[in-house]
């Protein structure tokens, strides 16, 4: 609970006391997925091109 | 031609007649119209109805019908417009209360070239607030009612498009898909519905949700219908960087190509998982249509495809959250309950996170063009449930339906999903196709020859007393 108000905080979100467990519990959801992207080995390569339209079909 | 008869046309046949001179510009608007006084009570697909505009526009669509002027296959023909796309001169809510007296200045760029085409926008229509969730359950303008089955959702975020189109209050309806929202309430509410590749149409004047998995698309009764409308609302945008600067081909004139020669590839892994039986057996059966037509079916496996949902996550909430974030600090009251935890969440994600979600898509993006060296669609169940009851709970049928369709939010690829039947319950279930990167022809010309060796499209919702 703890980690969250200080996440919120730091984002200058107001979190009512009745809020943060709600925040609390979906939280985990969200590590997991941190934790398996950066378990990827993407090599070295930033993500730039992902924005950019090809220059031809 | 009575009203009920007008409404239940497509697009390309009431063209056909308009060209004609069979049905007129203001005799199907007021069709429509009469269509949304009748049943959007019951349906709430619309937030705003501009009927005094339409019959204005349509009054002069039929003065240049009169002198033999023709704008186009659009000319005179009923859109909605989900309320996302800024309208000039009327509110674009974006399903909040927080934009609800925002009055647009101008019009979205794609609904500046429906009208220069000649459709007439009969409405602004109902969604998933902020389009930031797959069901329609709006807390501030009711939810929009699946017109298949009214306890139901119609799905979303364009769920208002989907219903409106599904019950014949205008023919043809805008969408946005981020995760899936034109793919979804298509598939649920029994139409047809096309995500273009990323790039593809301009995103100029749209509320956004998350830029980089945003995508505009068509949503209508048939593939025909995609086709004639993306070749309007498609092509180059000085006004958005994301647009592709080429232009956009006639997908119309490639319809009849048919299927014969193309692969189709079957995804092993994830797109079945957690399926209910019937929609697995209706889609089966449509990919059996296909191969009889003389396309060639093989199965194939996804690279990454248990990584997508985090990697979408991890770029839809921290965008999100970062066009949010100075409304969320200030009225987090003012957002819907499922809507708010969902900024909150992107608000608290580190930006190690995003930025390791984008390079992750683009390691996906690359796998994936290889898989498309073997294939030339995949073929896969839209979602892999029916409507779900609007009294169930919104975050597990939210991550339930976009299973299926986030993938290609993620690659970019143009999607789409056309009716292929129905469950015992009566309600519609829906096939994806998914082409490679700018080949939505190759798309739209599968989803047609299936459309015209099947019937599922023409078959008509019960709130449409036909």
């Known amino acids: 609970m703890e980690e969250v108000r200080a996440l919120a905080q730091a984002a200058g979100l107001p979190l009512p006391q009745e809020r943060a467990p709600l925040l609390a519990a979906s939280l985990p959801m969200l590590w997991l997925g941190r934790d398996i992207l950066l378990s990827l080995h993407l090599g070295e390569e930033g993500p730039a091109a992902v924005f950019k339209a090809p220059a031809t079909t | ?466």
């Not at chain 2, 269509?35 to 937030?47: E, G, K, M, Y």
């Not at chain 2, 009055?103 to 007439?120: C, F, K, P, Y």
């Not at chain 2, 960087?241 to 020669?261: D, I, K, M, T, W």
């Not at chain 2, 935890?341 to 996906?364: D, F, H, S």
């Open chain 2, 1 to 466: 031609m009575k009203g009920q008869e007008l409404t239940g046309l497509t697009l390309a046949e009431a063209s056909r007649l308009m060209r004609r001179r069979e049905i007129s510009p203001t005799e199907l608007t007021e069709a429509c119209l009469a269509r949304i006084s009748t049943l959007d009570p019951q349906v709430n697909a619309f937030i705003t109805v501009m009927a005094e505009e339409a019959m204005a526009a349509a009054r002069l669509l039929e003065k240049e019908a009169a002198r033999g002027e023709f704008r186009g296959p659009l000319h005179g023909i009923p859109v909605g417009v989900k309320d996302l796309f800024s309208t000039k001169g009327f509110p674009t809510t974006a399903g909040s209360p927080l934009l609800a007296h925002h009055i647009s200045e101008e019009d979205a760029t794609v609904v500046a070239r429906l009208r220069q085409a000649g459709a007439v926008v009969v409405g602004k229509l109902n969604l998933h607030e902020f389009a930031l969730g797959a069901t329609s359950k709006n807390p501030h303008f009711g939810p929009v009612r699946n017109p298949w089955d009214l306890s139901r959702v119609a799905g979303g975020s364009s769920g208002g498009s989907g219903a409106a189109v599904a019950v014949g209050e205008c023919l043809a309806a805008l969408g946005t898909d981020t995760g899936g929202s034109i793919r979804i309430p298509s598939s649920l509410c029994g139409i047809t519905g096309l995500k273009p590749t990323y790039g593809r149409v301009s995103l100029h004047g749209v509320v956004p949700l998350s830029w980089s998995l945003d995508h505009v698309g068509p949503m209508c009764r048939t593939a025909e219908d995609c086709a004639l409308m993306l070749e309007v609302i498609g092509g180059p945008d000085e006004r958005d960087a994301s647009c592709a600067p080429f232009p956009v081909p006639r997908y119309s004139h490639q319809l009849e190509e048919g299927v014969r020669g193309l692969r189709i590839g079957l995804p092993r892994e994830h797109f079945w998982e957690g399926v209910d039986g019937e929609v697995v057996n209706l889609v089966r059966q449509a990919v059996d249509v296909l191969a009889a037509l003389g396309a060639q079916v093989r199965e194939v496996s996804l690279p990454y495809v248990d990584v997508i949902p985090h990697a979408v996550v991890s770029i839809m909430l921290p965008e999100a959250a970062a066009y949010h974030l100075p409304r969320l600090r200030q009225r987090p009251e003012a957002y819907g309950e499922d809507v708010r935890l969902r900024l909150e969440m992107g608000a608290l994600m580190p930006a190690v996170q995003y930025v390791q979600a984008q390079r992750a898509r683009k390691a996906i993006v690359a796998a994936w063009k290889e898989v498309f060296r073997e294939v030339d669609l995949l073929a896969t169940p839209t979602t892999p449930i029916v409507a779900p009851r609007i009294e169930e709970g919104d975050l597990e049928a939210t991550l339930t339906l976009i299973r299926n369709t986030n993938p290609f939010n993620l690659t970019g690829q143009p999607a789409i999903s056309v009716p292929c039947g129905f469950t015992s319950a009566g309600l519609p279930v829906g096939l994806q196709l998914v082409g490679r990167w700018w080949e939505e022809g190759t798309v739209l010309r599968a989803a047609h020859a299936y459309q015209q060796a099947t019937s599922w499209h023409r078959r008509l919702p019960p709130t449409h007393p036909r």
